[in-house]
């Protein structure tokens, strides 16, 4: 088949450029629709917040995940993933400042400077922007080394995105549970227990590669 090769080799990209722009259709075909009846600014800024800290966390799960299953495909959707939850939580800056605050500044120095929850949502909005614009090949060489160190950042941003949910919502339990997967990402980007997952993975490639060579002997022994 024509597409064989190329869509082995790009099918999760198309996945995630196609699954990543669901939710902001979706979100616009409701609001086109007039269907947030309740609080709308306030149900758009929860789903644009959210959506957000599910694709950065999705992002930071790449390299574990390639590292565990040795797949490079995963790895090369992590840029992608971190622009998307870019994109969105712009969108949640948007709703905030043009919907809610209607642009006005004044209120908007306010509620930044007494809501704390606000501070550190902004803080993670900085650092994601920072990550998004020098995320280009050019920046990366550029700022060559450095380049590693700053988009460790992106471990910064989860946190405050974490802290920045746990800190205005009244039931601490969902934000509890990024929190233990942000942790949990952020113990497997430890060196000693990354070389154990790769460690882990040789053997159970190699042991699957002995399993394989030994099954086709076992059809043609002689009884
Ligand atoms: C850029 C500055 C930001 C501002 C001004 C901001 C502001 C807000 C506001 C006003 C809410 C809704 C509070 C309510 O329930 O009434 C909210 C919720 C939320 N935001 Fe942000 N935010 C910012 C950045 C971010 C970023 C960068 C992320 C994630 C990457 C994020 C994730 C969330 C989440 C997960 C919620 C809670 C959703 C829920 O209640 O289920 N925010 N934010």
Known sequence: MV????????????????AAWVPLVWL???YAQG?????????????????????????????????VTGLK??????????????????VHFAIF????????????GEAIFEQRFVIVGFAAGVILLLLGITSTRGW???????WKRLHR???VAAVLAVAHFLWL?????????????VAGLLLLRLPPVRRAASRLRRRLASRLERKERREPEAVTAPR
């Open 97 to 108: 400042i043009g919907l809610d605050y209607g642009f006005d500044l004044g209120l908007l």
């Open 3 to 18: 597409l064989g090769p190329w869509w082995r080799k790009n099918w999760l990209r198309v996945v995630v450029h196609a």
């Open 35 to 67: 269907a947030f009846l309740v609080d709308p600014v306030r149900e758009m800024t929860t789903f644009t917040g959210k959506t957000a800290l599910i694709l950065l966390v999705l992002s930071l799960a790449c390299t574990p995940i390639s590292t």
């Open 153 to 155: 950042l992106v471990y």
């Open 169 to 181: 919502t009244k039931d601490p339990q969902e934000p509890l549970r990024y929190a233990a997967l």
């Open 73 to 90: 495909m995963v790895v090369r959707v992590r840029r992608a993933l971190g622009l998307y939850a870019l994109l969105y939580a712009s």
């Open 28 to 30: 616009a075909a409701q």
């Open 140 to 146: 990366q060489r550029r700022l060559r080394r450095n």
